[in-house]
């Protein structure tokens, strides 16, 4: 096993950008999917989007998608979320995630066993 550490959260207005990033150490990086979640207050947890160990493919959110884009860096054992085009909606806790449940087509929607402990996003209008 090993941790997963999320940083980039922040304040920024509408229209804005913020760039995520989660550091991997130990064996949660190698040859996993992973993927971006958000909570935001009084709320569930949702799917934000998801990624191929190999970058292959990529997954997204409806409310997200042409927005936010994510990536990875195995080198560095890093993966990212850049979000663009914020909106006030965007407010969350975000958390990555890495070592899928599930291996079928739909993996990103079956739960993950190692999480992030989550960064603060916050946008204002």
């Known amino acids: 096993q090993g941790q997963l550490l999320e940083s980039g959260g922040g304040l920024v207005q509408a229209g804005g950008s913020l760039r995520l990033s989660c550091a991997a150490s130990?064996?949660?990086?190698?040859?996993?999917?992973m993927g971006w979640f958000r909570q935001a207050p009084g709320k569930e947890r949702e799917f934000v989007a998801a990624?191929?160990?190999?970058?292959?493919?990529?997954y997204y959110a409806d409310s997200v998608k042409g927005r936010f884009t994510i990536s990875r860096d195995n080198a560095r054992a890093t993966l990212y979320l850049q979000m663009n085009s914020l909106k006030p909606e965007d407010t969350a806790v975000y958390y990555c995630?890495?070592?899928?449940?599930?291996?079928?087509?739909?993996?990103?929607?079956?739960?993950?066993?190692?999480w992030g402990q989550g960064t603060q996003v916050t946008v204002s209008s």
């Open positions: 995630a890495t070592d899928p449940i599930s291996t079928s087509s739909s993996w990103y929607l079956w739960g993950f066993r190692s």
């Open positions: 130990g064996r949660t990086f190698s040859g996993n999917g």
């Open positions: 990624i191929t160990w190999d970058s292959f493919a990529k």
